[in-house]
C-alpha cells in the first residue's frame, strides 16, 4: 500500500515536473539580430529582434557559452529586454558589422554610423536562479 503510494506520488511529481518544467527548466533556440544607428554623436534608433526558432535547427554545434545570474525580475518572455546589457555584450565579442558615413559642407559636419548584429542563433537555457546562453554555429562542409 506505502509502495503504491509513492509509486503514484512519484508520478504525479514527474508529470508536474514535465508540465511545468518547460517553463523553469527549458533549453529553446532564439535568432537574435541587432541594429543601431548613430547621427552626430547621437542615438537615433536602436532595436534587439529575438524570435524563438520556429523550425527544429540541426547540424549545429556550440561556439561559447555564458551564464546570466536572474537579479531582476520578468518573466521569461520579457527576458531578453530585462537582460539586453548582459546579451550584448555577449553577442558583440562576435560578428559585428559597422558601416560610417562622415561629411562636411560649407562648416557644417556631419557623422552617420550604424551598427548591425547579423542574426545568430542562441541557445538558452532558463533554470530556476540562471540562464546559460550558448551561442550555436553551422557545421561547415
Not at 534608433?45 to 546570466?68: E, R
Not at 521569461?76 to 558615413?101: A, S
Not at 545568430?120 to 551561442?135: A, G, H, R
Request: aromatic content about 12%.
Amino acid at each position: 500500500m506505502a509502495q503504491d503510494f509513492i509509486s503514484r506520488f512519484c508520478r504525479v511529481v514527474f508529470l508536474l515536473l514535465c508540465l511545468n518544467g518547460g517553463v523553469l527548466f527549458a533549453k529553446d533556440i532564439y535568432i537574435l539580430s541587432y541594429k543601431s544607428q548613430i547621427k552626430n554623436n547621437q542615438l537615433i534608433y536602436q532595436s534587439l529582434y529575438a524570435s524563438k526558432a520556429m523550425t527544429p535547427i540541426t547540424d549545429m554545434h556550440s561556439v561559447k557559452a555564458k551564464t546570466v545570474f536572474l537579479t531582476k525580475e520578468c518573466s521569461k518572455p520579457k527576458f531578453f529586454e530585462c537582460y539586453e546589457t548582459e546579451i550584448l555584450n555577449f553577442l558583440l565579442q562576435g560578428d559585428v558589422l559597422i558601416h560610417g558615413h562622415d561629411s562636411s559642407e560649407k562648416l557644417r559636419a556631419m557623422t552617420f554610423a550604424e551598427l548591425n548584429i547579423s542574426p545568430q542563433y542562441l541557445q538558452v537555457e532558463f533554470n530556476d536562479t540562471f540562464v546559460k546562453i550558448t551561442l550555436l554555429k553551422g557545421n561547415s562542409k
